[in-house]
């Protein structure tokens, strides 16, 4: 009987809490699942994007670089603007914009227009970023603010493992159109979620001036440096891998894409596991991290020409590369002490930079030397990584009185 009463109980308040806080978190999860699907789909659609807007590839590539800088410029800026505003409100205000930035895209025939359109929405993924980084924190202890900016994270990892593929396939088979179709309907989803399930956040710190100071400190900045050297490392090789896997190992055809989602599913494992390390040490995480992706980079310029060991050292690149993303933003928010508000979209902007450089970079190598000369690159900026990462670990947050 005892037994019987006992498994009847009502949850604890304790239960309770964490189940609330389990729902917020997935449904950050969600939008920022969504938002990344839009942000790599042209990629995927690209040709069919060129072909009904009658520009070319390289011009419909644009639209790509059109959404990372409005994501690493817009975002902060808007972040700024908003910060006094509760983040439920601006999350919410964030997911309209965003749906309706998609409508024009959907209905534009402008290539004018939608690289407009892009811009905005880049800028409103970025303020969405930062705001689900807050509100995600705010519903749990600070022993598990790692977890939770894990979750978060992770969002973008999947999307980019199975939104992008996804939509890549529903795009060729019904237009490009319709797969932006289904993620104006998902995005509809997630902002019904959002207004029902994510708590008021009020904003602490004060002002976008007076959060500034500790914002864009020196130790906060050194953090992002080794955010854009990491990421950079990661996309000079990344960028160029499909040439890589055809040229130097000698694969093809379908085996490919199962190469790349191995990727990508290491990637969004690494977010996910990487919040725990975060919360344990996200400064040694740091320095393990870069070591291991350089280390990673390395043997996958030694074993470039053996597929059966390409495999795991992409599995490795993509566990150690996004495993550190949760205590990159751990580091930053931390070291910004009450700048983290605003602090919080600035990992995001590094990483766009960082790929932009990465990507560039592993361009030039590849025009001037041979293909492996990717990995090369990202490896000789990998390498530059580990002594920022250990220097970074000494850094503690300035004291605000």
Avoid: H
Wanted: charged letters at 5%.
């Amino acid at each position: 009987m005892s037994t019987e009463a006992t498994s009847t109980e009502e949850p604890g308040p304790e239960a309770a809490v964490r189940s609330r806080a389990n729902l917020v978190l997935a449904t950050l999860f969600a939008g920022m699942f969504v938002l990344g699907s839009a942000e790599m789909l042209v990629v995927g659609v690209l040709n069919l994007v060129a072909d009904d807007l009658q520009v070319s590839i390289s011009a419909a590539g644009r639209l790509v670089t059109a959404y990372a800088l409005g994501l690493a410029i817009g975002g902060p800026i808007l972040a700024a603007l908003t910060i006094k505003l509760d983040k439920r409100t601006i999350l919410i205000g964030a997911l309209v914009l965003f749906i309706l930035g998609n409508v024009v895209v959907v209905l534009s025939s402008s290539y004018g227009l939608f690289l407009a359109a892009r811009t905005l929405t880049g800028a409103i993924q970025g303020l969405f970023i930062a705001t689900a980084f807050v509100a995600g924190t705010s519903v749990v202890p600070p022993e598990r603010m790692g977890r939770a900016l894990a979750v978060v994270i992770s969002g973008i990892a999947v999307s980019a493992a199975v939104g992008v593929p996804l939509g890549t396939l529903l795009g060729q088979a019904v237009g490009w159109r319709g797969s932006f179709v289904a993620i104006i309907g998902l995005a509809v989803l997630v902002l019904i979620a959002t207004a029902a399930l994510v708590p008021s956040v009020p904003s602490t710190g004060g002002g976008a001036g007076n959060q500034a100071k500790y914002a864009f400190a020196p130790r906060v900045l050194a953090v992002l440096g080794l955010n854009f050297l990491l990421f950079a490392a990661l996309f000079s090789a990344l960028t160029y891998i499909v040439p890589f896997l055809e040229r130097v190992t000698g694969i093809s055809g379908a085996l490919i894409s199962v190469f790349l989602l191995a990727y990508g599913v290491a990637t969004a494992v690494g977010s996910f596991g990487g919040g725990r390390y975060a919360d344990a040490n996200a400064a040694r995480t740091l320095i393990i991290g870069s070591a291991g992706v350089a280390v990673s980079l390395l043997v996958l310029y030694l074993v470039g020409s053996i597929p059966a060991l390409v495999a795991p050292a992409l599995l490795a690149l993509g566990l150690f590369g996004m495993g550190m993303a949760p205590s990159i933003q751990y580091r930053v928010v931390s070291l910004a002490g009450p700048g983290g508000q605003l602090a919080s979209s600035l990992p995001a902007s590094a990483i766009n930079v960082g790929i932009a450089f990465g990507s560039l970079a592993g361009g030039v190598a590849l025009d001037r030397f041979t293909t492996s000369s990717v990995v090369v690159t990202a490896l000789i900026i990998a390498t530059l990584a580990i002594p920022v990462a250990w220097a970074t670990s000494y850094l503690t947050p300035q004291p605000t009185n």
